[in-house]
């Protein structure tokens, strides 16, 4: 395998030095991962991700200046497709889930043990979410509660199948393709299918954002 090819490209944005050197040799030391770039600030983040365009980004949510959260509504408002992983020191952090509704694909702790770091950058890279387990109660109960839940269907959701429509609220309530399969006695290949046809419907960029959806929208 030629340096680079083939392999997950990440990014790191934090603040500290210390940790960003940890990461980075944590990153190298991997057959499947390089190391593309890193920076310290939100606004160094966006300029990085416009120019290199990681497959994941590894993003400290709390930083002077332009913070985690704001350098990730830029980074998804600006299109670029790369999967943005939020590292956070609390179980629960109301900037934590403001960054996955503006458009994160999961987030996990910054003191969590590297095995589960590296499989979190494999999930995202894969297109699916990560949550620290410990928070995702609260995280959705945050979602549900929030002062800007939107009431009703949206217009996309009213153009899903009876059948995608069973989809999206087992996945929207936390069920992998494999437990829908088995509890709809379908192929996991067919849930798959569903799955992605529902986001390409509703204009999601993962499943992470489907929870989103779900609770913004007040649909569970």
Do not use: C, W
């Amino acid at each position: 395998m030629s340096q680079g090819a083939d392999k997950i490209r990440v990014a790191l944005v934090d603040d500290q030095p210390l940790f960003r050197g940890g990461i980075r040799m944590l990153i190298e030391s991997q057959p499947d991962m390089t190391f593309v770039g890193e920076a310290s600030d939100g606004r160094q983040a966006v300029a990085l991700a416009a120019t290199i365009q990681p497959d994941v980004i590894l993003m400290d949510v709390r930083m002077p200046g332009v913070d985690g959260l704001e350098a990730t509504r830029e980074i998804v408002a600006r299109g670029i497709q790369s999967r943005i992983l939020v590292l956070t020191t609390f179980d629960l952090d109301e900037a934590v889930a403001k960054a996955v509704a503006a458009g994160a694909s999961g987030f996990v702790l910054k003191d969590a043990d590297p095995e589960f770091l590296l499989a979190a950058v494999r999930t995202v890279y894969s297109g699916a979410g990560v949550f620290a387990a410990q928070a995702t109660a609260e995280l959705i109960r945050k979602f549900s509660e929030s002062p800007g839940r939107l009431g009703g269907e949206p217009e996309a959701f009213q153009q899903l199948t009876e059948r995608e429509r069973e989809m999206f609220f087992l996945a929207a309530k936390g069920l992998s393709n494999g437990e829908i399969a088995k509890q709809e006695f379908l192929s996991e290949a067919t849930v798959k299918t569903h799955i992605s046809r529902v986001l390409a419907k509703l204009e999601l960029r993962d499943r992470v954002q489907l929870v989103v959806y779900a609770y913004e929208h007040g649909l569970i």
